[in-house]
């Protein structure tokens, strides 16, 4: 278990009953074993004046949080859920900051992903530069040992990069060279493993996140034309969305309601609106609403035609609708527009059919107006 390795190294390395200033790990080690790649973010110091601090189980806070649909605690926002949308976006693909900004996503990608460290000791809101390499440089065995027992295939080194690559003595190989930056990644061999370690910002960088995110995809695609190790062992998680949200606590016994997030271009732009993803909530067998599935809008035909939960509660929404006078032939109509969209007319003529007498004439005077 890798946590559980992880602190008896902690107590070889301080001693034990002896204060440890920051732990590190994974606060999901079967999602993280299950994810591929597995990341590790390699950051510089603990935001944190305690003098001891368990990042791990915060982490492990925000990710029940999220899944249940809430955004994440304040202290833990600022570099978490970009940590997470980035995460998220390397196994189940890159969209717009925007549209992966929700806290399921924030967490699922948090569940998949290790951290450390590099100085152990906390520090404030902006990171001394000279102090923070002296005490990387002196806690390297540490930190070291830490990523050889996550042994991860890709090190997102937040703003760590130089000290990181400068104490393992490895080559900086040129990556993406942009307008503002060179990115450079290098690749470490120990033991049976291998590690990619990336040039790359920390997650908690402000600016321009969509362009941070649209970097981070660049670099993602460069590493697999580079490096055959990128090619052959970087993919997607094999369990899709769906299962992985259905996993979590009790099950759903009833659906309560949907939303679905609507994309709007931007202002000047031609594009069309576009539909996002559908958000799905239940009560589960404790009585207690949760969030049963989040559909990107790609799947969202074939989800909806075959999960059994969803399509019983769709069909007993349209049987209510139906037998309230004042919905019914609102609800027609709306059939009646989709039938002819697809071309089936024999369909809307049915349901033309079943129309009230009312409404009919309403719509022929419109017509001959």
């Known amino acids: 278990m890798i946590n559980e390795d992880l602190e008896i190294l902690y107590n070889n390395y301080y001693g034990e009953n002896k204060i440890i200033p920051c732990r590190c790990g994974v606060a999901s080690e079967k999602e993280y074993l299950l994810s591929n790649p597995k990341i590790v973010f390699a950051l510089k110091e603990p935001h944190t004046s305690k003098s001891e601090i368990n990042i791990t189980s915060g982490l492990e806070r925000q990710i029940i949080r999220g899944l249940k649909g809430r955004s994440f605690e304040r202290g833990w926002s600022y570099t978490w859920v970009q940590a997470g949308i980035w995460a998220y976006a390397i196994h189940n693909g890159f969209k717009s900051y925007q549209e992966l900004r929700k806290p399921l996503y924030e967490a699922q990608g948090i569940q998949t992903i290790g951290m450390i460290n590099i100085k152990k000791s906390g520090g404030g809101p902006s990171a001394i530069r000279n ?79 969509d362009q941070t995110l649209k970097t981070l995809n660049l670099l993602i695609d460069g590493l697999k034309k580079k490096e055959p190790f990128v090619t052959n062992n970087f993919g997607k998680i094999e369990e899709k969305t769906i299962k992985r949200i259905e996993k979590q606590g009790p099950p759903v016994i009833r659906l309560t309601r949907w939303e679905t997030t609507l994309s709007l271009p931007k202002k000047g732009s031609k594009e069309p609106k576009k539909d996002g993803d559908t958000t799905i909530y239940g009560v589960d067998t404790e009585g207690k609403e949760r969030i049963y599935a989040q559909v990107p809008s790609e799947q969202w035909a074939e989800w909806s035609k075959t999960d059994s939960m969803w399509k019983d ?50 719509i022929i005077a419109k017509q001959n107006t």
């Not at 002296?134 to 050889?148: D, F, V």
């Not at 104490?167 to 291998?194: E, Q």
């Open 313 to 362: 509660a769709h069909s007993a929404m349209i049987q209510r609708l139906l037998s309230d006078p004042s919905t019914r032939d609102t609800v027609i109509l709306i059939n009646i527009e989709a039938a002819l969209k697809k071309g089936e007319e024999d369909t809307a003529i049915k349901l033309w059919d079943a129309l009230s007498d009312t409404t009919k004439a309403e």
């Open 131 to 209: 102090g923070i390499s002296k005490r990387a440089k002196i806690e390297a065995a540490l930190w070291k040992k830490e990523l050889e027992i996550m042994h991860p295939d890709l090190i997102i080194c937040g703003n760590t990069y130089n000290d990181i690559v400068e104490n393992l003595v490895l080559p900086k190989i040129p990556l993406l060279k942009t307008k503002d930056f060179y990115y450079h990644y290098s690749k470490w061999n120990y033991g049976d493993n291998t590690s990619i370690l990336l040039q790359f910002w920390h997650p908690g960088r402000r600016g321009d996140r």
